[in-house]
């Protein structure tokens, strides 16, 4: 981050420098871009835990008596690919200055985080019935930025005007959506005595960031006023979680939130987990067979603080209308 700032004020400096011993031959003009985008990841990383699980596709085989895994594989990604529409408001001061600010709201493809298949889940001896978990967890990124950007336009010939710009990425409002959906098959022998659906809707919110981008691009004279313009953009931030909100919990399609307790529904995140948190691996509940569970179930859950990759490569199409 700190390279990129750097190579940023250098670049701001030689481009204002270049603007004081240039003749201006248009006058000061304000314009505004209307453009889409589609962007692809550049950069994978390994997802962070999900619900306690590594992102890991596993894969389980055997009975009751030799379930074992049989596969791993890790599970890696970024939420870089996606689509976003945006507004920007540009300021030219010479022929070869300018500024803008973009206002953009980005929606990420769906990406699964952490999977697995047929993995033994409990046995009662009472009743000989063995329960087997099937699961897959999806994250989706949604996020309004701004985006203010130095502009250095290159020159116009034949209708055309190549342009360079810079600037950095600060995230306005966003939420990491993970919607995890559990199948439990309960079998005695062969047969099938029940199944159970559990779907989750998990909303992870950010800590404030900031990220870089830099584009390469060129508009085209449509008319007097309007041209259509095509850009390049690499962008490269990454966010880590605050807070993790369960905001929908069903079980065969019937509202169970309810059931569920305050350190199951809510999670802060932190740098640093200690005696002093909310975590059953620092204080396990042992006044219960479970100690998976926490010792203040009406507090929020501790959990170490993870993050992901929203690096991308896209294409904005769009028009542009000069005052």
């Known amino acids: 981050m700190k390279k990129n700032l750097f190579l ?29 985008s589609y962007f692809n990841q550049t950069a994978s990383t390994e997802f962070p835990e999900v619900g306690g699980q590594a992102p890991n596709r596993d894969v389980y085989a055997g009975t009751l008596t030799n379930n074992k895994l049989v596969s791993r594989e890790s599970i890696t990604g970024s939420f870089g690919q996606g689509f976003r529409s945006g507004i920007t408001a540009g300021y030219r001061f010479s022929t070869r200055i300018g500024v803008e600010l973009s206002a ?5 493809n769906s990406k699964t985080m952490a999977e697995t298949t047929d993995r ?31 502009v250095m336009f290159l020159g116009e010939a034949h209708g055309f005007e190549p342009y360079t710009k810079v600037g950095v990425i600060v995230p306005i409002h966003g939420t990491l959506d993970i919607k995890t959906n559990r199948e439990l098959v309960s079998y005695v022998g062969n047969n099938v005595v029940n199944t159970t659906n559990i779907y989750s809707k998990d909303v992870v919110k950010p800590n404030p960031t900031i990220g870089f981008m830099a584009s390469l691009g060129t508009s085209y004279k449509l008319g007097k006023h309007i041209s259509a ?16 909100e369960t905001t929908e919990y069903t079980v065969n399609g019937q509202d169970a939130l309810g059931t569920r307790t305050a350190s199951q529904i809510h999670t802060n995140y932190h740098k640093k987990l200690d005696v002093n948190s909310n975590n059953p691996l620092f204080n396990p509940d042992t006044t219960t067979a479970d100690t998976a569970d926490t010792t203040r179930p009406n507090d929020a859950m501790d959990e170490l603080s993870s993050y992901v990759g929203i690096s991308g490569l896209g294409l904005t199409l769009g028009l542009k209308y000069s005052l």
Not at 11 to 17: E, P, Q
Not at 136 to 147: E, N, R, S, T, V
Not at 231 to 242: A, D, M, P, S, W
């Open 120 to 150: 033994l889940y409990g046995y009662n001896p009472a009743t000989t019935v063995a329960t087997y978990i099937s699961f897959a967890a999806d994250g989706q990124i949604k996020a309004f930025d701004l985006a203010p950007a130095v």
């Open 8 to 36: 940023l004020g250098l670049l701001v400096c030689s481009m204002t420098a270049m603007a004081q011993t240039e003749t201006a031959n248009k006058p000061e003009s304000w314009y505004f871009k209307l453009g889409g």
């Open 104 to 108: 953009n709201y980005y929606i990420s």
């Open 229 to 244: 313009f095509a850009e390049l953009e690499y962008r490269n931030f990454t966010v880590h979680g605050k807070t993790k």
